[in-house]
């Protein structure tokens, strides 16, 4: 079965941190493009961060760079996201997506994993 699997997230305090992961099974995540995602409650979903496959070029949105940093580890087809310096804006649900550098139409995403940060 084709699956991945997010973890991590929780409730935590400004300025705490979290580490999220993206476990894949079925799939070899080095062959894909993995990204994190966040839907806020009334807003849209957004991309926060993604590493390539083949040269692990990572990118940023604004809001979090400095805080956030996207990791690999093919050897365990898991990706991360250290989440540092937390805000109570970082509050959503947190969805990791990876899409085939080499197949088109393939694409997955995993079932979300909630962060709260709140004092």
């Known amino acids: 079965q084709l699956q991945l699997v997010e973890s991590g997230g929780g409730l935590v305090e400004p300025g705490g941190s979290l580490r999220l992961s993206c476990a894949a099974s079925g799939l070899s995540l080095d062959m894909y493009t993995v990204g994190w995602f966040r839907q806020a409650p009334g807003k849209e979903r957004e991309g926060v961060s993604s590493i390539t496959s083949s040269d692990g070029r990572t990118y940023y949105i604004d809001s979090v760079k400095g805080r956030f940093t996207i990791s690999r580890d093919n050897a365990k087809n898991t990706v991360y996201l250290q989440m540092n310096s937390l805000k109570p804006e970082d509050t959503a649900v947190y969805y990791c997506?990876?899409?085939?550098?080499?197949?088109?139409?393939?694409?997955?995403w995993g079932q979300g994993t909630q962060v709260t940060v709140s004092a």
């Open positions: 997506n990876a899409e085939n550098d080499f197949k088109v139409f393939d694409n997955y």
